[in-house]
């Protein structure tokens, strides 16, 4: 009887709150589900029929989740996910609450869930799943995580409490998802890049992870693919990058259209853009190896994956077309700044800078993105958001010529059309509170579908 008066009482929260516009319901069900019933969605998580598989890492965690939930649907499976990206306890539990029926049950064959780094014990000891995947560990939100080996701490405890007939699936690339899965009593199931073609000769100055964990030497870095991902080993031979099980080759990169990778003899094509979306295709890759599907189907699936709502979405607005990009931290602002200049040929940008508890409050980690990437090439660059006066001090300081800040998303975007001939496309790069109010706007316009229903 509790379960279900949570259930009911969290699915009637989530209808409400679309109904009057105040929110997805992505979150707020979950919260008021817990309070009748703290362990619903444990009781839920055992209701489904194959399991769960769950994912956590600073970056990538939405795009990899939907490309896993798209091989499941696929193959004939009912999925449940926390597909709008609320990815703490309470989002995974509004999630599951949705799919449920009114006797209170599940009814969906697979879960899968993205879960913050600091929510995965709660989430392995809770959803007990049958696959945890970590995709990487970035200097992120540092008011609210501490330094990256604090978090690389407590993923280590989550992991070491997966059931023991769960697997681990880890990027090798990463030195701190690396010095997790080593310590470890299963071996994990590797995965990571191999093509030096696409790799920097160098760790860029934002990087973090740079010191061998065992013995605190300078780890030297023969080939480095995002941040700190790459090929590295101690020069004491203290520790070194593992062999991947799966390995991704023969990249080729086409601005934000696409990315082309080689991996167990099949060619995999993904219409999402970036070097950082060749680690989710791959991630997403091992998972499906893992649960048993052949790599040609994989390789067929992935070809006709859509964009979740932010990551790269593809808008049209008034003959222009507007490409919403979620650039949250130094590591992944840096690489869609790569990708949007250097291999999509951007020259319109709005960049959105917010300082809300879902962003960080902390903003000082503008000052570690190479925004003088944009200097010479960019044409127009809008600040926006909360802290947008912030953000034009940096540009200043970069060297980019910047229009006015602009904190409200309205005004903003419409500086951005203004600025943006017709049949063009502009690149909207944000942190993760400004992307939802600039995408309020987009939809309040009818540029844009709510995220609910993306």
């Not at 690396?178 to 890049?193: H, Q, S």
């Not at 073609?197 to 740079?210: G, K, T, W």
């Amino acid at each position: 009887m509790r379960r279900t008066a949570a259930v009911w009482a969290g699915k009637a929260t989530g209808v409400l709150s679309r109904f009057s516009r105040l929110g997805g319901g992505t979150t707020l069900p979950g919260d008021v589900a817990r309070a009748i019933d703290p362990d619903v969605l444990r009781k839920l998580s055992r209701d489904l029929k194959h399991g769960a598989i769950v994912i956590t890492g600073t970056n990538g965690k939405t795009t990899t989740a939907r490309l896993v939930t798209w091989l499941l649907e696929g193959a004939g499976h009912s999925v449940v996910s926390n597909r709008a990206g609320a990815n703490l306890i309470f989002g995974a539990t509004a999630a599951a609450l949705e799919r449920a029926g009114a006797n209170g049950r599940l009814h969906a064959d697979w879960g899968v869930f993205e879960i913050d780094e600091a929510s995965l014990e709660r989430a392995v000891e809770e959803i007990q799943p049958r696959a945890a995947m970590v995709l990487n560990l970035f200097r992120d939100q540092l008011d609210r995580y501490g330094e990256l080996e604090a978090i690389a701490k407590r993923i280590e405890a989550a992991l070491a409490r997966l059931p023991d007939d769960s697997h681990a699936v880890m990027n090798a690339d990463d030195p701190r998802v690396a010095e997790i899965g080593l310590n470890l009593k299963r071996k994990p199931l590797w995965f990571g890049l191999d093509d030096p073609a696409v790799a920097l000769h160098e760790l860029p100055h934002a990087a973090d992870a740079r010191t061998c964990p065992r013995c605190g030497a300078s780890l030297i870095f023969d080939g480095v693919y995002v941040g700190h991902d790459g090929l590295y080993r101690c020069p004491n031979g203290d520790f070194a990058r593992p062999a991947p099980d799966l390995a991704a080759t023969h990249i080729e990169l086409n601005g934000f259209d696409s990315v082309a990778l080689g991996v167990s003899g099949v060619r995999i094509e993904l219409p999402l853009g970036g070097l950082y979306n060749a680690y989710n295709a791959l991630a997403a890759f091992a998972a499906g190896n893992a649960l048993g599907f052949e790599p040609a189907y994989i390789a067929e699936r992935f070809r006709t994956v859509q964009a979740a709502f932010g990551r790269q979405e593809r808008l049209e607005a008034k003959g222009r077309k507007l490409n919403v990009v979620l650039s949250k931290n130094p590591a992944g602002f840096n690489e869609t700044l790569r990708t949007a200049v250097d291999l999509a040929g951007g020259h319109w940008f709005l960049i959105g800078l917010n300082d809300r508890r879902a962003d960080g409050t902390d903003v000082s980690w503008i000052w570690d993105v190479d925004f003088e990437r944009l200097r010479g090439r960019s044409r127009v660059v809008v600040p926006a958001g909360n802290r947008a006066a912030d953000l034009a001090v940096r540009l200043k300081y970069a060297g980019v010529e910047a229009q006015p800040p602009e904190s409200d998303p309205a005004r903003a975007i419409d500086a951005l059309i203004e600025a943006t001939p017709e049949g063009e496309t502009a690149h909207m790069l944000c942190t993760y509170t400004a992307m939802l109010d600039l995408r309020a706007e987009l939809v309040r316009r009818g540029w844009a579908k709510p995220y609910w229903e993306t």
